[in-house]
Structures are given as structure tokens and as C-alpha cells.
């Protein structure tokens, strides 16, 4: 059963023109606003606590964006995968990446098939799991770099190319991965240009000292929570356009573009810190990233309006996977984590920097 939500909320949010824009961002609030406590609320039936994590997974979900997450094994990473398919009515797939896994496992072959009919032989396309709304990619980092490309190519273009053919993937379409830190032995490192398509990298840590005993009561007993369907695809369809037309003030463009381009070593004025421990830093794409997630969390917190704390707020996610750590960095313990926290308090808000210049 799908929980009620009114249909032509999410009609009139994008599209009536006989409202006004001040009716159509109220509107569209409402909308969102119902629509993430209605997913949280079902999440929180089957997931305990990783509230930070379950808001960043909505967030790209809602910015159109895929996600990797990262944690040791038995932290409910593919649970909470599972569960969110559970409670959007869209088709789910979960495809366990293996070292012999290949790009026409997960993509579809041609296969000759005969037709009873005429006795003629051709060749008819058998969709792989790829043909589905979410993806849950399962330890993404143990296949070969040929099945990943495959993989890379679903995920920027949503679509597959076999033989001659492209088909087109159904919309929405997600990617939901998983990674172990640990136990790296016959993995293959996701290549920086795969690791780019994610919008967000998701760290999933240990549950608290009551989370973890509030698990163990509710995960050994014989209740299953019943779970709802909160959200149809025509209706995450027309959220993702809500976000989009989130408005973005000039300095907060001009803070997510100063943030991104500080962490290139090779750009002038960049911090000494990001000289010292920085080989590689974030490309275009992480301004656009922040700026979409930005919009997600506004408007997810009741805003038509981004504030620069938006940005903040997703930064870590969308940056710790795009800054490349040099020897140094390494030899000391700096992660990229430790570096974006130095960002966050070494690059000012534009707005910031003209107040101080009128102070002065």
C-alpha cells in the first residue's frame, strides 16, 4: 500500500501556472518535506540510528545522484539499501560483484532465439540486472575494471551499449554501492573517473552504545517490522524537479566554486596545506554536486533557499572521494577528511570576505 499523498500537490509544485511563485514554493516545501518524513519514519521501523547517513543516502537520492557507501562489514549498509527500495514503489536489482563477474552479466546479451513461426533465426536483447530503478552494487570494489566500466557508463548516461544497440536504462535510475575497507586483498580500486560519477561517499560508522542495544532487542526477536510504501516513482521524479529549481544567491555559487577550486595544488592562492598534501584535487563536478546537494537539504529543511551552511554541511560527502592524498599526507595520517575540515575554516563565504574588507 502506498501512504496518501496528494497528487496534485506534486502537479501544481512544478507545473500550474496559476499559482504564484511565492504558492509554488510553499507548495513545493510541503511537498518534500512531507515526502522525506514519510521515508525517514519507514527507514527508522527496520534502521537504527545512522541518521547522518540515512539523510545524505535521501539527499542524493533527491538530487538525482548516486552514492557509495563505506563501512566494515554488519553495519546494515545493504539493509538500509534493501529498505529504501521497500518503501519507494520502484523495481530493485542487487547484483554481488565478484572477480568473475563480466559487463554482459550486468548489462544484457544478444541471444539467438528461434521463431517457431518462420524457422528464422535472430538475435533478441535479454535485459540485465542493470534494467531497474535501484541497483544495489554489492563490494562494487571486487570486479574486474572491464564489468566497473560497464557500470560507468550506466551510471553518467544512463544507458547500456551492446553490439551496435543502445537502451536506454529506466527512470529514476540509482546507484546504490557498498565497499569494505578492510580485507583488500583481489579487490580492484575503483578508477578516479568511476569514483567522480558519485555524488556522494557515504562512511558508515559503528552504531552507539544504546543504538547498538536497541539493535539486539529488535534484530533477535521473531516481529518483522511491516514496512509502506511512502513515494511512487512519478512522484520522486517530480521532487528531483523541485530540487532543480531551487534558487542559489551569488555567493553561495561563488563559495561552492571557491571551496572546489582551493583543493587543486596547482591553483594559485591555494592553502599551503593543500600544497603540502594534495596530489589531485576536485574537479567541475564537485561544485555541482554541492551545489545540488545544497539545494536537496534546503528545501528538505522546510528552505526555498540555499545558505552557504548548505554547503558546508555537504561537503565532506562530496568531497573526501575527489581529493587524491600524496606520500606525504599518508606518512602523517592526514585524510582527506582532515583536509576538507582545514578547508571549511580556511575558505570564507564571499559575503564574509566583503565584511571584513569593510571592517578594514
Same mark, same amino acid.
Given at each position: ?72 562489514? +554488519? ?39 528461434? *521463431? ?16 531497474? @530503478? ?6 562494487? @570494489? ?19 551499449? #551492446?553490439?551496435?544497440?543502445? &537502451? ?16 583488500? %586483498? +583481489?579487490? &580492484? ?11 556522494? @561517499?557515504?562512511?558508515?560508522? &559503528?552504531?552507539?552504545?544504546? %543504538? ?56 594559485? +592562492?591555494?592553502?599551503?596545506?593543500? =600544497?603540502? &598534501? ?22 528538505? %529543511?522546510?528552505?526555498? @533557499? ?11 560527502? #562530496? ?10 599526507? *599518508? ?14 575554516? =580556511? ?14
Amino acid at each position: 500500500m502506498v501512504l496518501p499523498m496528494n497528487e496534485e500537490i506534486l502537479e501544481e509544485m512544478v507545473s500550474n501556472e496559476k499559482m504564484t511563485p511565492k504558492e509554488r514554493e510553499q507548495q513545493a516545501i510541503q511537498g518534500l518535506a512531507t515526502a522525506y518524513s514519510r521515508m525517514r519514519e519507514e527507514i527508522g521501523k527496520v534502521i537504527i540510528g545512522q541518521h547522518e547517513v540515512v539523510d545524505e543516502l535521501l539527499i542524493s537520492l533527491f538530487s538525482r545522484g548516486h552514492s557509495l557507501l563505506i563501512g566494515v562489514p +554488519g553495519l546494515a549498509k545493504t539493509l538500509l539499501v534493501s529498505t529504501i527500495s521497500q518503501i519507494l514503489q520502484l523495481s530493485f536489482r542487487r547484483i554481488q560483484f565478484t572477480p568473475d563477474l563480466m559487463p554482459s552479466d550486468i548489462t544484457g546479451t544478444d541471444v539467438l532465439q528461434d *521463431d517457431p513461426e518462420t524457422g528464422r533465426r535472430t538475435f533478441q536483447f535479454m535485459q540485465g540486472p542493470l534494467f531497474t @530503478n535501484i541497483l544495489l552494487a554489492d563490494e562494487i @570494489n571486487r570486479t574486474p575494471p572491464k564489468t566497473q566500466a560497464a557500470l560507468l557508463e550506466a551510471m553518467q548516461e544512463r544507458h547500456v551499449t #551492446v553490439g551496435s544497440n543502445t &537502451y536506454r536504462l529506466p527512470q529514476p535510475f540509482f546507484v546504490l554501492a557498498t565497499q569494505n575497507p578492510i580485507e583488500q %586483498e +583481489g579487490t &580492484y580500486p575503483l578508477p578516479e573517473a568511476q569514483l567522480d560519477r558519485f555524488m556522494f @561517499n557515504i562512511v558508515v560508522k &559503528y552504531p552507539t552504545e544504546a %543504538e547498538e542495544l536497541m539493535i539486539l532487542k529488535q534484530t533477535t526477536g521473531g516481529e518483522e517490522p511491516k514496512l509502506q510504501t511512502a513515494l511512487t516513482g512519478r512522484q520522486i521524479l517530480a521532487l528531483q524537479e523541485v530540487v532543480r529549481k531551487v534558487p542559489v544567491a551569488e555567493h553561495v555559487f561563488i563559495y561552492a566554486r571557491d571551496l572546489v577550486r582551493a583543493t587543486r595544488p596547482d591553483e594559485p +592562492g591555494a592553502p599551503d596545506f593543500i =600544497k603540502e &598534501y594534495i596530489s589531485w584535487g576536485a574537479g567541475p563536478r564537485a561544485g555541482q554536486y554541492l551545489i545540488l546537494g545544497a539545494k536537496a537539504r534546503a528545501i528538505l %529543511e522546510g528552505r526555498f @533557499n540555499v545558505a552557504a551552511e548548505d554547503i558546508r554541511a555537504v561537503a565532506h560527502p #562530496v568531497l573526501r572521494h575527489r581529493l587524491v592524498t600524496n606520500f606525504h599526507a *599518508d606518512s602523517e595520517g592526514v585524510t582527506t577528511n582532515n583536509i576538507i575540515d582545514m578547508l571549511l575554516k =580556511k575558505i570564507p563565504v564571499e559575503l564574509e570576505k566583503r565584511a571584513r574588507k569593510t571592517v578594514e
